[in-house]
C-alpha cells in the first residue's frame, strides 16, 4: 500500500520504533482518571442486539461475532478521561448517534445517492451537527491512534477544540457497494446482518525525522463509512464539514483499498 508519494503505508507494529510508550494519561486532557471509550456505540450496538442482527466486527484484518453490547472487542484500551469521555465530546457523540441511526435506516437507498444532506439526518436547527460529527469521527481516531502507542497530534486536538479546520486533515465520507452486496446477501434465518468495521491504522515514518508523517483509518456503519488521513506536511483545507451535505464516494474510487479489505465471507 503506497500513499502518493510512493512511500508504503505500514501497520502500527512495522513503525513501533516511532511510537511514544502509553504515560497512563487522557490523551485529550492529559488527566491521569481513564475511562475505556467505545470503538463502536454503545447505542448502536444496543439497537441491534435488541432488532435480533446478526453483528459482525471487522477491523480489516480479522472479522468477528460481536455476542453483545459489552464485548471487549468493542472498547479501546482506556485512554480519555471521563471528562473528555462524556461532557467534553457530548454533542459529537449526539451528532454520530444521530448520524448512526439514519444510516442504519436508509444504508440500501443510499446506494444510489451522491449526497448525504445533513437536514435528513440532524434535526433543525441543523447549526454545528456537521462540525460535530467530524469531530465524533476524529476523537475516535485519537482514541485508535494513542491506543496503538502514537502520539495524537497536536492540531487533532486543536480541532476538537473548537478549531474550525484544520489544514493536515482530510476526510471523505464513502458508500461501500460490496458491502452493501454482502449485506443484502444474509443467510439461511434471515436475520439481518450488520457490519461495523473500525479499520486498521495505517501510517507513515520519516526515519530523517524521526516522526510519523502521516495517519490514515477509517470509521464505518454498514457500508457508510468515512476514510481519514492527517498528515504533517499537508496543506489542504478540504474539510467537508461547511456545507449543507456530504459527498459520498464510492468506496472503490478512493485510495487505500486495502483499509476495507479482506471482507468476511457472511
Ligand atoms: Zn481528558
Not at 145 to 160: H, K, Q, R, W
Not at 185 to 195: H, L, Y
Not at 210 to 224: A, F, K, M, W
Request: contains cysteine; hydrophobic residues 35%.
Amino acid at each position: 500500500m503506497e500513499n502518493e508519494h510512493g512511500q508504503r503505508y505500514r501497520t502500527a507494529d512495522e513503525v513501533a520504533e516511532y511510537s511514544t510508550p502509553f504515560d497512563g494519561k487522557c490523551w485529550w486532557c492529559g488527566d491521569t482518571t481513564l475511562t475505556g471509550e467505545h470503538k463502536f456505540k454503545r447505542v448502536d450496538l444496543k439497537g441491534l442486539f435488541t432488532s435480533g442482527t446478526k453483528v459482525l466486527w471487522t477491523d480489516g484484518m480479522q472479522v468477528k461475532h460481536v455476542q453483545g453490547p459489552n464485548s471487549d472487542l468493542a472498547k479501546f484500551r482506556p485512554n480519555l478521561c471521563a471528562e473528555c469521555n462524556n461532557a467534553r465530546s457530548q454533542d459529537s457523540d449526539r451528532a454520530w448517534d444521530l448520524f448512526s441511526q439514519y444510516v442504519h435506516a436508509n444504508w440500501d437507498s443510499l446506494a444510489d445517492a451522491r449526497r448525504i444532506y445533513f437536514r435528513d439526518v440532524f434535526p433543525k436547527p441543523i447549526g454545528t451537527h456537521a462540525t460535530e460529527l467530524a469531530r465524533y469521527v476524529l476523537k475516535h481516531f485519537g482514541c485508535k491512534i494513542a491506543a496503538n502507542d502514537f502520539a495524537v497530534p497536536s492540531d487533532l486536538l486543536a480541532y476538537l477544540n473548537g478549531d474550525e479546520s484544520s489544514r493536515s486533515i482530510q476526510m471523505a465520507a464513502f458508500y461501500s457497494h460490496e458491502r452493501a452486496a454482502r449485506m443484502r446477501a444474509r443467510d439461511d434465518d434471515a436475520r439481518s446482518i450488520q457490519i461495523l468495521s473500525n479499520g486498521p491504522h495505517i501510517m507513515t515514518a520519516s526515519r530523517s525525522r524521526g516522526i510519523v508523517v502521516d495517519h490514515v483509518t477509517e470509521l464505518s456503519v454498514g457500508p457508510v463509512g468515512f476514510l481519514v488521513k492527517w498528515a504533517a506536511d499537508q496543506q489542504a483545507d478540504t474539510g467537508f464539514w461547511h456545507g449543507r451535505y456530504l459527498t459520498l464516494y464510492s468506496r472503490g474510487d478512493l485510495p487505500y483499498p486495502e483499509l476495507h479489505e479482506p471482507w468476511p465471507s457472511l
